[in-house]
């Protein structure tokens, strides 16, 4: 089906005459007029306001044209609906309790209503959508499986992840059925997201990359993988992102998804040699590179456009989230540079 989305073409593998751009994390503190929302309104409210989350996606598209929206939300509204209490500390980041740890926590846990339980995420994306008016695809997502247990599990930010290592270790079952159950809750999530409009979807893996490669596929892989096949008969492309190298993306090889987020630890050609052939690829600039001078963003985007040349399957992002003290300058020098060295890279296919 055609569509006017270069995001969605990208994917598909049609021929394009740039290569698409959004930036993982673009909603957010590095923006002032994201700070002058947030100076009014805690972070949750936000999210839980339908008119504020429409509002904070929207920014970085009217200043950057980005090539896709992500929906403002955070992975963590999950573990809240199935009865988490969620906060956000100031400079502490986010807070789950109680921490899931004994097979009574996991049973308190309730899937039931949990559409409507998040049905404010579905009033935001039908506001998004209408104010994006089919001129920007709108990407849905959700946390993998994995991810969410490690914040339910530890309860907070931490170094060592002891408490769900100790499950991993000491109670493999406890943290499979755990898995099992989230593995329902996000298919039903992101159902419930395709279905309110979005255009695609994306899972992120963050803390895969914790997990002993030969435990990385029987405790996360094969949960977003099982996703991406709930979610194939939508017809929405799945992007499936896990941050931990090319060992990781590699255990994703045989999923259904459309595109595979490469971080920027990654080698993206190596990425491409290996992943390239089944799947589009998304990355994987060094986010920290936007610290740098524009010679040096200029460089390394070259770089990371010269791996697809001028071939379609590629949208280009960071490897991870942008960060709060960025400068916004270089982030239109970023957008800029892209479509620029990108358009003349594309203009060599014809
Ligand atoms: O990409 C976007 O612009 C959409 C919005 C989005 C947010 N969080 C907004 C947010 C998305 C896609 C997320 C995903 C998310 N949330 C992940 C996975 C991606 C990744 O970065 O690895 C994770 C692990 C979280 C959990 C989370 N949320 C943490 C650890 C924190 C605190 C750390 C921090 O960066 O402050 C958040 C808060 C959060 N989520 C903010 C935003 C804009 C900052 C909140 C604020 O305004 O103070």
Redesign the pocket.
């Known amino acids: 089906m055609s569509n006017n989305y270069l995001y969605i073409d990208s994917i598909d593998k049609k021929p394009i005459n740039r290569t698409p751009i959004w930036i993982?994390?673009?909603?957010?503190?590095y923006l002032p007029e994201y700070m002058d929302v947030?100076k009014k309104h805690d972070?949750i409210t936000v999210c839980k306001t339908p008119e504020l989350a429409t509002e904070v996606t929207l920014q970085p598209i009217r200043r950057f044209g980005f090539d896709a929206a992500?929906?403002?939300?955070?992975?963590?509204v999950i573990p809240e609906a199935l009865g988490q209490n969620l906060a956000?500390l100031e400079n502490h980041?986010?807070k789950l309790s109680p921490q899931i740890l004994l097979d009574k926590d996991i049973e308190k846990l309730n899937l039931q209503d949990i559409e409507s339980k998040l049905s404010y995420v579905g009033d935001a994306i039908k506001m998004i959508s209408t104010e994006l008016g089919g001129k920007t695809p709108l990407i849905g997502?959700s946390?993998s499986p994995f991810?969410l247990a490690t914040?339910m599990i530890e309860g907070k930010?931490t170094r060592n992840f002891k408490f769900i290592k100790q499950m991993l270790y000491h109670n493999p079952e406890r943290l499979t059925s755990l898995l099992e159950m989230l593995t329902e809750a996000v298919s039903r999530y992101l159902v419930m997201q395709i279905e309110a409009g979005v255009q695609a979807v994306q899972l992120?893996d963050?803390w895969g990359g914790i997990l002993p490669v030969h435990l990385y596929d029987p405790f996360s892989a094969r949960y977003m993988k099982q996703i991406s096949a709930n979610l194939k008969k939508f017809g929405v492309p799945v992007t499936l992102f896990s941050?931990g190298g090319i060992e990781l993306a590699k255990q994703l090889s045989d999923s259904s998804a459309d595109m595979i987020g490469i971080d920027w630890m990654t080698d993206l050609k190596e990425a491409k040699n290996l992943l390239g052939a089944k799947f589009a690829l998304q990355g994987n600039l060094d986010p920290t590179t936007l610290y740098g001078s524009h010679d040096i963003i200029r460089k390394e985007v070259t770089r990371v456009l010269e791996v697809f040349g001028p071939e379609s399957g590629h949208v280009f992002n960071l490897g991870?989230?942008i960060l709060?003290d960025i400068p916004v300058d270089n982030v239109y020098f970023l957008v800029d540079t892209v479509r620029e060295i990108s358009e003349k890279l594309h203009a060599q296919a014809v």
Do not use: V
């Not at 992500?70 to 963590?76: K, N, T």
């Open positions: 993982m994390r673009q909603a957010g503190r947030r972070f992500i929906l403002f939300s955070d992975i963590l956000f980041g986010p997502f946390g991810t914040y930010p992120f963050t941050k991870h989230g709060p």
